[in-house]
């Protein structure tokens, strides 16, 4: 048989040989097999040998790749290979971090050297020796990177090239001690600062390679103006013209692609630097202008300043640093336009006029224009119209807090104009005569800016604000009569709510939207309710009527008339406004406030009748009675509820106006419970029957206080009634209430203060009554079966009987010699001794029987 036939071929065949033979077979099979393994076996000890001495790497590889064949054939494991030694250790810096420290390092070095002998031991030499010294030093160091770059060592040159770019600032120095002494320093330093940037860039073109003498050159040649108008002894508007030009030199070389990146960064830094510091200067200088010349030099400036921020907003390549240089430039060139208008416009009209050329500015537009230009533009009027909110926000302030300063002068005479009803603690501010102005024409841009989108309910909401601001502010700035303000005023609250009920309607949704599910019972249907894309004006309009209406309220206190009148009318503005069929369902605010308004009118009436307030209280109650009346007619659920709760808000001022007096207080908790128990009557507030009660219960409780009546039983026992009524009705109800929740409350609130009062009684009437009746009660436990009655009454039937005969048992424990109360507790104490014994002895023979049964 040829090797390689299997078991499985030679089933397969059709003539199967015998047993003799297939055993056979089988035994020289398997002896093929053995000596192929071994054959196998040496073959894997020289590969073995081989890679152990090529590495232990390649070894390693093989020992992973060849695991699962070694496990699948049950091979016995490979010896295991020698263990490396330690490798060689990881340095911690790199060979080019190391040459370049070192290079830095030495090239600080030499400078400071250089420093050194320059200031120190410059005197030791003569002329001669002084330029020959420096003049050697300075050509070696310069000329030294000429030779290292041909031998590629650019690192060295680098920094052998800074040493000489060093030099050159100290040869100029030394110049100037020892050749041109009277020479004015400005001036020569400006001078040599541009002969040595002019040098150095020269310098870095000759040797190409060299990264250093650019940036270097870029960083001196910020200095030559600047310190050119300081040695001329020029004004601080040619000082600042001088750093504008170094910054629109420094914002040319950073937007030019032909310049190293490294140049670009410091032309950058130059002139972000330079612009910020020139045009905060010329911002000085515009506000300090006492003329029209001084003031068109500061306007001048600035123009230049927003120039070159647009220009390089034109030019920029990132647009984020773009949208940022033209929204700058936008605002520096409202700045130009306020410093011209300043000294020729009055302070007043100034801010109107900036805010002028800021609407201006986003109508700069064209293709012309780069659209990152044009949101810049736009940006930078919206924080000038910002920034015009934040100066008109202490008139507006004074304009609505202002009238707060009445409540301490309620009724003192009508004030001559608004500003006076406004100013009643402080003074008007000066120079704040356009302010309505500017509030109306942000509330236009706003409207006009925001004409659709997703935005334009905020937009609105915000403009409705800003007009009702300019509605405040507007009669105390032209100083309208007291009487026409209300009147203003009243017509803005109404405005306010007008528009809260007539906000815009939503969008229709597509057609492919489902239809929504009806309204539960008690809501109005969809079309009627607060949505999403009308819920900023609406809130905004009603939150405005409110704080409007407030602001009414408090201007009107200066006059008694002003008082009643504003109160009468906003009751039946809010009234007006809950009851009309409005789109929105808005309804529940104007009811609550048209209720608070009644009740402050109510206030107001009886204090201009001369009415002490627990007088007053009882006109109060008119509120509540009337909310309760109307609740059940209302058929929103909201809205029934915010008149149930103002109602009640109403009845609590009423009662803290009763306080002085019990009997009128008692009157007003009554007259409370009367109102909530004709509430608890609906099917829906049957709850309300506990508060009903409470208060009748109050109401009893002060009115005997106020008759003086210290007994508790006078307390307790209209308590005690209703509570029992009650538990009763409950145990009719559910048969499985317990007694001690349907009667213990009840019977606790009488039997515990009788007790604790009897029991420091010296007379007889209260303990024998309160006897009596804990044994009726323990009687109705024991006839009816109740556990409550049976232990409150019994219990207290036992402690009463134990205080009548307390002065007994005093006397006879007092008769008795002091040995018997040991005995008698010891005699005590063995018969339970005893008894417990018994009772082990019974257990123990009862489980003696029960081990001998089977």
Same mark, same amino acid.
């Given at each position: 048989?040829?090797?390689?036939?299997? *078991?499985?071929?030679?089933?397969?065949?059709?003539?199967?040989?015998?047993?003799?033979?297939?055993?056979?077979?089988?035994?020289?099979?398997?002896?093929?097999?053995?000596?192929?393994?071994?054959?196998?076996? &040496?073959?894997?000890?020289?590969?073995?040998?081989?890679?152990?001495?090529?590495?232990?790497?390649?070894?390693?590889? $093989?020992?992973?790749?060849?695991?699962?064949?070694?496990?699948?054939?049950?091979?016995?494991?490979?010896?295991?290979?020698?263990?490396?030694?330690?490798?060689?250790?990881?340095?911690?810096?790199?060979?080019?971090?190391?040459?370049?420290?070192?290079?830095?390092?030495?090239?600080?070095? /030499?400078?400071?050297?250089?420093?050194?002998?320059?200031?120190?031991?410059?005197?030791?030499?003569?002329?001669?020796?002084?330029?020959?010294?420096?003049?050697?030093?300075?050509?070696?160091?310069?000329?030294?990177?000429?030779?290292?770059?041909?031998?590629?060592?650019?690192?060295?040159?680098?920094?052998?090239?800074?040493?000489?770019?060093?030099?050159?600032?100290?040869?100029?120095?030394?110049?100037?001690?020892?050749?041109?002494?009277?020479?004015?320093?400005?001036?020569?330093?400006?001078?040599?600062?541009?002969?040595?940037?002019?040098?150095?860039?020269?310098?870095?073109?000759?040797?190409?390679?060299?990264?250093?003498?650019?940036?270097?050159?870029?960083?001196?040649?910020?200095?030559?103006?600047?310190?050119?108008?300081?040695?001329?002894? #020029?004004?601080?508007?040619?000082?600042?013209?001088?750093?504008?030009?170094?910054?629109?030199?420094?914002?040319?070389?950073? /937007?030019?692609?032909?310049?190293?990146?490294?140049?670009?960064?410091?032309?950058?830094?130059?002139?972000?630097?330079?612009?910020?510091?020139?045009?905060?200067?010329?911002?000085?200088?515009?506000?300090?202008?006492?003329?029209?010349?001084?003031?068109?030099?500061?306007?001048?400036?600035?123009?230049?300043?927003?120039?070159?921020?647009?220009?390089?907003?034109?030019?920029?390549?990132?647009?984020?640093?773009?949208?940022?240089?033209?929204?700058?430039?936008?605002?520096?060139?409202?700045?130009?336009?306020?410093?011209?208008?300043?000294?020729?416009?009055?302070?007043?009209?100034?801010?109107?006029?900036? /805010?002028?050329?800021?609407?201006?500015?986003?109508?700069?537009?064209?293709?012309?224009?780069?659209?990152?230009?044009?949101?810049?533009?736009?940006?930078?009027?919206?924080?000038?119209?910002?920034?015009?909110?934040?100066?008109?926000?202490?008139?507006?302030?004074?304009?609505?807090?202002?009238?707060?300063?009445? &409540?301490?002068?309620?009724?003192?005479?009508?004030?001559?104009?608004?500003?006076?009803?406004?100013?009643?603690?402080?003074?008007?501010?000066?120079?704040?005569?356009?302010?309505?102005?500017?509030?109306?024409?942000?509330?236009?841009?706003?409207?006009?800016?925001?004409?659709?989108?997703?935005?334009?309910?905020?937009?609105?909401?915000?403009?409705?604000?800003?007009?009702?601001? +300019?509605?405040?502010?507007?009669?105390?700035?032209?100083?309208?009569?007291? $009487?026409?303000?209300?009147?203003?005023?009243?017509?803005?609250?109404?405005?306010?709510?007008?528009? #809260?009920?007539?906000?815009?309607?939503? +969008?229709?949704?597509?057609?492919?939207?489902?239809?929504?599910?009806?309204?539960?019972?008690?809501?109005?249907?969809?079309?009627?309710?607060?949505?999403?894309?009308?819920?900023?004006?609406?809130? +905004? &309009?009603?939150?405005? &009527?409110?704080?409007?209406?407030?602001?009414?309220?408090?201007?009107?206190?200066?006059?008694?008339?002003?008082?009643?009148?504003?109160?009468?009318?906003?009751?039946?503005?809010?009234?007006?406004?809950?009851?009309?069929?409005?789109?929105?369902?808005?309804?529940?605010?104007?009811?609550?406030?048209?209720?608070?308004?009644?009740?402050?009118?109510?206030?107001?009436?009886?204090?201009?009748? @001369?009415?002490?307030?627990?007088?007053?209280?009882?006109?109060?109650?008119?509120?509540?009675?009337?909310?309760?009346?109307? #609740?059940?007619?209302?058929? @929103?659920?909201?809205?029934?509820?915010?008149?149930?709760?103002?109602?009640?808000?109403?009845?609590?001022?009423?009662?803290?106006?009763?306080?002085?007096?019990?009997?009128?207080?008692?009157?007003?908790?009554?007259?409370?419970?009367?109102?909530?128990?004709?509430?608890?009557?609906?099917?829906?507030?049957?709850?309300?029957?506990?508060?009903?009660?409470?208060?009748?219960?109050?109401?009893?409780?002060?009115?005997?206080?106020?008759?003086?009546?210290?007994?508790?039983?006078?307390?307790? /026992?209209?308590?005690?009634?209703?509570?029992?009524?009650?538990?009763?009705?409950?145990?009719?109800?559910?048969? @499985?209430?317990?007694?001690?929740? #349907?009667?213990?409350?009840?019977?606790?609130?009488?039997?515990?203060?009788?007790?604790?009062?009897?029991?420091?009684?010296?007379? *007889?009437?209260?303990?024998?009554?309160?006897?009596?009746?804990?044994?009726?009660?323990?009687?109705?436990?024991?006839?009816?079966?109740?556990?409550?009655?049976?232990?409150?009454?019994?219990?207290?039937?036992?402690?009463?009987?134990?205080?009548?005969?307390?002065?007994?048992?005093?006397?006879?424990?007092?008769?008795?010699?002091?040995?018997?109360?040991?005995?008698?507790?010891?005699?005590?104490?063995?018969?339970?001794?005893?008894?417990?014994?018994?009772?082990?002895?019974?257990?123990?023979?009862?489980?003696?029987?029960?081990?001998?049964?089977?």
């Amino acid at each position: 048989m040829p090797y390689g036939v299997t *078991w499985p071929t030679l089933q397969g065949m059709t003539n199967i040989p015998p047993p003799a033979e297939e055993l056979r077979i089988l035994d020289h099979e398997l002896w093929q097999l053995d000596l192929r393994r071994n054959q196998l076996l &040496a073959r894997r000890a020289w590969l073995l040998n081989v890679l152990q001495s090529a590495g232990s790497q390649a070894a390693r590889s $093989w020992a992973q790749a060849s695991a699962p064949t070694r496990a699948a054939a049950n091979w016995p494991p490979p010896a295991p290979l020698p263990r490396p030694g330690p490798g060689p250790r990881r340095p911690e810096a790199t060979a080019p971090g190391v040459q370049n420290v070192l290079l830095v390092l030495g090239g600080i070095l /030499l400078t400071v050297a250089a420093i050194a002998f320059t200031l120190v031991s410059w005197g030791d030499l003569g002329i001669a020796g002084r330029a020959a010294v420096l003049g050697a030093v300075t050509a070696a160091a310069l000329a030294a990177p000429v030779p290292l770059l041909k031998r590629g060592l650019r690192s060295t040159a680098e920094s052998l090239a800074g040493l000489g770019l060093a030099l050159t600032v100290l040869d100029a120095y030394a110049l100037h001690e020892v050749a041109l002494p009277a020479v004015d320093g400005a001036g020569y330093s400006a001078a040599a600062s541009a002969l040595l940037a002019a040098l150095w860039t020269a310098y870095g073109r000759v040797l190409g390679d060299l990264r250093l003498p650019f940036p270097a050159a870029m960083a001196a040649a910020q200095l030559p103006l600047l310190l050119w108008s300081v040695a001329t002894g #020029a004004g601080d508007h040619t000082v600042t013209a001088a750093v504008l030009a170094t910054a629109a030199f420094d914002t040319v070389v950073a /937007l030019s692609v032909s310049v190293p990146p490294s140049v670009r960064t410091v032309a950058a830094v130059g002139a972000y630097g330079a612009g910020a510091w020139s045009t905060l200067a010329a911002v000085l200088l515009s506000w300090e202008a006492d003329g029209p010349g001084a003031a068109a030099r500061a306007a001048a400036l600035l123009v230049l300043a927003a120039a070159i921020a647009l220009g390089a907003a034109w030019r920029a390549p990132e647009a984020k640093a773009a949208l940022g240089l033209a929204s700058a430039g936008g605002l520096v060139a409202v700045a130009a336009a306020g410093a011209v208008l300043r000294p020729v416009l009055p302070g007043a009209w100034t801010v109107a006029a900036c /805010l002028a050329c800021a609407i201006a500015l986003p109508a700069v537009r064209g293709s012309w224009l780069p659209r990152t230009v044009r949101r810049g533009l736009w940006w930078s009027s919206a924080t000038v119209q910002a920034l015009t909110l934040v100066w008109t926000l202490p008139v507006v302030a004074l304009a609505l807090l202002g009238p707060a300063g009445w &409540a301490a002068h309620v009724w003192s005479g009508a004030p001559s104009d608004a500003r006076a009803a406004v100013t009643v603690s402080t003074s008007w501010p000066p120079g704040m005569e356009t302010t309505p102005l500017l509030l109306a024409a942000v509330a236009v841009v706003l409207a006009l800016t925001f004409r659709g989108g997703p935005h334009r309910q905020l937009a609105l909401s915000g403009a409705l604000t800003l007009a009702w601001a +300019t509605t405040v502010v507007l009669p105390a700035t032209v100083e309208l009569p007291y $009487w026409a303000t209300l009147l203003t005023h009243g017509v803005t609250a109404a405005a306010a709510l007008t528009a #809260a009920a007539y906000a815009p309607e939503p +969008t229709p949704e597509p057609a492919s939207t489902p239809t929504p599910a009806p309204a539960p019972a008690g809501h109005p249907p969809t079309a009627a309710r607060l949505s999403p894309v009308t819920l900023p004006v609406t809130v +905004t &309009a009603l939150c405005l &009527a409110l704080l409007g209406s407030v602001h009414l309220v408090a201007l009107s206190l200066a006059s008694e008339a002003a008082t009643l009148a504003v109160l009468g009318g906003l009751t039946a503005l809010f009234a007006t406004a809950a009851a009309w069929q409005t789109p929105v369902r808005i309804r529940a605010v104007p009811a609550a406030a048209s209720l608070a308004y009644a009740t402050a009118l109510a206030c107001a009436t009886g204090a201009s009748l @001369d009415w002490q307030p627990h007088h007053i209280a009882l006109l109060v109650l008119v509120v509540p009675a009337a909310a309760a009346l109307l #609740a059940p007619r209302l058929d @929103d659920a909201t809205l029934k509820v915010s008149v149930e709760i103002t109602g009640a808000v109403a009845g609590l001022t009423a009662t803290g106006l009763a306080l002085a007096e019990p009997p009128v207080l008692a009157l007003v908790l009554a007259l409370c419970g009367v109102i909530t128990a004709g509430t608890a009557v609906r099917p829906d507030r049957r709850q309300a029957g506990y508060a009903a009660a409470a208060l009748f219960v109050l109401s009893g409780w002060v009115r005997l206080a106020a008759w003086e009546i210290g007994s508790p039983e006078a307390y307790t /026992l209209p308590v005690t009634v209703l509570a029992l009524l009650v538990g009763y009705a409950r145990r009719k109800r559910d048969a @499985d209430a317990s007694s001690w929740t #349907a009667y213990g409350p009840g019977l606790s609130v009488t039997l515990v203060p009788s007790l604790l009062t009897a029991w420091g009684d010296t007379d *007889w009437p209260r303990p024998l009554l309160l006897g009596a009746a804990a044994l009726a009660v323990t009687l109705v436990g024991v006839r009816h079966r109740l556990r409550a009655p049976l232990v409150l009454g019994g219990g207290t039937l036992v402690l009463v009987t134990l205080h009548e005969l307390a002065p007994y048992v005093a006397q006879a424990v007092g008769a008795l010699p002091r040995w018997a109360p040991p005995a008698l507790a010891g005699l005590l104490l063995l018969a339970v001794g005893a008894t417990y014994e018994k009772r082990l002895q019974d257990a123990r023979r009862l489980r003696e029987t029960l081990g001998k049964m089977r």
